[in-house]
């Protein structure tokens, strides 16, 4: 006779992990990544890294999210790289789709005729959606003030020594950022327009000690400085609160997500812009990231250092927007 294991209740659990990761706090916090079945490899690798640098010693817990169910080869081989609890979610039919305001016809052509970077892809445009404005209310999220989004093959180069989501929390920070390249412009021709339409129509929304400043060039148009959102570290309440679904829902109802391709990072990034001062975001300039096309390697890093990678190899290509970030 085989004899079933018994399920720990979820209070057995908690408990569980409070013993093996004891934490200073109980941040109500977790790694979380929309990822399909395909990304296993890459997400893996992800993982290792994550735990070995951080996660090892905090327990986060990890929360997946797909369109399609996981794959059981998906849940092993992610749960098997840490002790932290992991969870796997599938989304619904609003959050992965188009609203019926979409004209489906019309964003068919475009994905036939525009020539940027993923033009053609439906399902792309999905994901920017979802990450833009339904990521943060999925069931499994629901209980979570922070979350630490997390990719398929990225680097930690560097040891993180504290956790990150305490210090958003004891410092009052709402969004934390490491990488700031510029977008392309073709992927985002009305997404400013809109936007300042959305200023004219909400202006409570935008207090006066806005960063406005570090996203808009000297006529007054975005200058493309945009967080990339695959590493971003929010306190959640931000894209909860009223200030940002009344600007997602603005964007949604405008269709640029579809006729045209809007990201998830100039999204977050203009709603950081307009609705938080800066001392509420925090650059992690310290935290060693890597995401194929650019990276962040911090001075210092050499052959005896904490960090694994090469600050030559990976100068900061974002210089543009990270200066000016000191600058605003
Ligand atoms: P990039 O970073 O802009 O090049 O886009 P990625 O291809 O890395 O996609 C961003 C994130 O969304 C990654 O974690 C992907 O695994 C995930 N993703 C992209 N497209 C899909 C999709 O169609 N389904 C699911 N489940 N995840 C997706
Ligand atoms: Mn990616």
New binding site residues.
Partial sequence: NLQVPQRSTPQELENKQAQIFPRKRNMKAALV????NS?LSEMRSTIRELEDRFNYKYGYPYIF????PFTDEFKEGVTVLTKANVSFGILDSESWGYPEWIDQEKAAHIRKTAKYM?AGSE??R??CRF?SGYVFRHKLLEDLDFYWRI??EVNYFCDIDYDPFEFMHDNNKIYGWNLAPTELKETIPTLWDVTKQFMREYPNHIPKDNLLKWVTDENGDYNGCHFWS?FEIVNLSFYRSKAYMDYFNYLDKAGGFFYERW?DAPVHTLAVAMFLSKDQVQFFNDIGYF??AIGFCPEGSDSRGKCVCDPKEHPEMNLECVKRWDLV
């Fill in positions: 990544s929309l990822v399909r990304d999210l797909n369109d399609v993923h399902s792309y999905f994901m990450q990719e398929p695959n990201g995401h194929p």
